[in-house]
T-cell receptor
Framework: DAKTTQPNSMESNEEEPVHLPCNHS???????IHWYRQLPSQGPEYVIH???SNVNNRMASLAIAEDRKSSTLILHRATLRDAAVYYC???????????FGSGTQLTVLP | GAGVSQSPSNKVTEKGKDVELRCDPI?????LYWYRQSLGQGLEFLIY????????KSGLPSDRFSAERTGGSVSTLTIQRTQQEDSAVYLC??????????????????FGPGTRLTVL
């Protein structure tokens, strides 16, 4: 799988939007962009995924750059429960296991 | 419905002993994965099961590690002659794994809470 680059950490205030960036300049045309998050002392959980178009679900939105070399996970109103490590992962058509990088540690301030 | 469950939640063992970690995947999920997460490290893939196919063992760090999946459901990860560097959280995940490849790029993995293994 192609490599992703994320900031090590970010902070946000509660009830404000959060934009978590991910760079993936070597992405291939068939790579899907997935986001998972890991809350403290829990296993990772799926957040969202997309290929080319922006995606929305009940948890978040995913904005994908036109050239697909970067993407942004958007939490519209951060809550304390959103404090977690967020992982941006690329998966191609043969993907089986997930390849996790170091992710972004999001801290939400009350 | 019920998610992925793992047992025990915590395991403390002495160096040199064998341990078995159990994973109950979501009912109907044909794919099952084991990962481990060492302190301050990212998640590392260990092994993958898909239906009746031979497992992908490419992530196992040594021959002391083995896993089986009985009846296409429950899986057991066994670590023989444990070493201190085996201390980690062992995570299991399952997925529906639709598609001929058994792991389509849109497939969502559902993780269990993990087993924290401490080797003294």
């Amino acid at each position: 799988d192609a490599k992703t680059t994320q900031p090590n950490s970010m902070e946000s205030n509660e009830e404000e939007p959060v934009h978590l960036p991910c760079n993936h300049s070597t992405i291939s045309g068939t790579d899907y962009i997935h986001w998972y998050r890991q809350l403290p002392s829990q296993g990772p959980e799926y957040v969202i995924h997309g290929l080319t178009s922006n995606v929305n679900n009940r948890m978040a939105s995913l904005a994908i750059a036109e050239d697909r070399k970067s993407s942004t996970l958007i939490l519209h109103r951060a809550t304390l429960r959103d404090a977690a490590v967020y992982y941006c992962i690329l998966r191609d058509g043969s993907a089986r296991q997930l390849t996790f990088g170091s992710g972004t540690q999001l801290t939400v301030l009350p | 419905g019920a998610g992925v469950s793992q047992s025990p939640s915590n395991k403390v063992t002495e160096k040199g002993k064998d341990v078995e970690l159990r994973c109950d995947p979501i009912s109907g999920h044909t794919a099952l994965y084991w990962y481990r997460q060492s302190l301050g490290q990212g998640l590392e893939f260990l092994i993958y099961f898909q239906g009746n196919s031979a497992p992908d063992k490419s992530g196992l760090p040594s021959d002391r590690f083995s896993a089986e999946r009985t009846g296409g459901s429950v899986s057991t990860l066994t670590i023989q002659r444990t070493q201190q560097e085996d201390s980690a959280v062992y995570l299991c995940a399952s997925s529906l794994a639709r598609g001929l490849a058994g792991g389509k790029s849109t497939d969502t993995q559902y993780f269990g809470p993990g087993t924290r293994l401490t080797v003294l």
